[in-house]
Nanobody, 114 residues
Framework: VQLQASGGGSVQPGGSLRLSCAAS????????MGWYRQAPGKQRDLVAA???????NYADSVKGRFTISRDNAENTVSLQMNSLEPEDTAVYYC?????????WGQGTLVTVSS
């Protein structure tokens, strides 16, 4: 399976970005898809996750600001990020779980700065 993430970039505080991640080279539907992020000098933490049944899980710090969604037909997961804060600056990694195995994308940088 290959994951291709897109949508990172630089934005001012209060702005919005939308990240997308497409899973290709697989005929299986992921049981879960989501996003982690890693800020400089920090560990990689869960941002948002979405199961094939539609259950969602968000980090407390992004609740109410970020929304995760998926397109099952396209095996794509997206993360709409609103009201971005400097603390959201990080490399964002998408992942999918296929047959119990996690696969990771290459990471996309999000910078929130004035």
């Amino acid at each position: 399976v290959q994951l291709q993430a897109s949508g990172g970039g630089s934005v001012q505080p209060g702005g919005s970005l939308r990240l997308s991640c497409a899973a290709s080279r697989t005929t299986f539907r992921p049981s879960a898809m989501g996003w982690y992020r890693q800020a400089p000098g920090k560990q990689r933490d869960l941002v948002a996750a979405l199961t094939s049944r539609g259950s969602t899980n968000y980090a407390d710090s992004v609740k109410g600001r970020f929304t995760i969604s998926r397109d099952n037909a396209e095996n794509t997961v997206s993360l709409q990020m609103n009201s971005l804060e400097p603390e959201d600056t990080a490399v964002y990694y998408c992942y999918v779980v296929l047959l119990g195995i996690s696969h990771w994308g290459q990471g996309t940088l999000v910078t929130v700065s004035s």
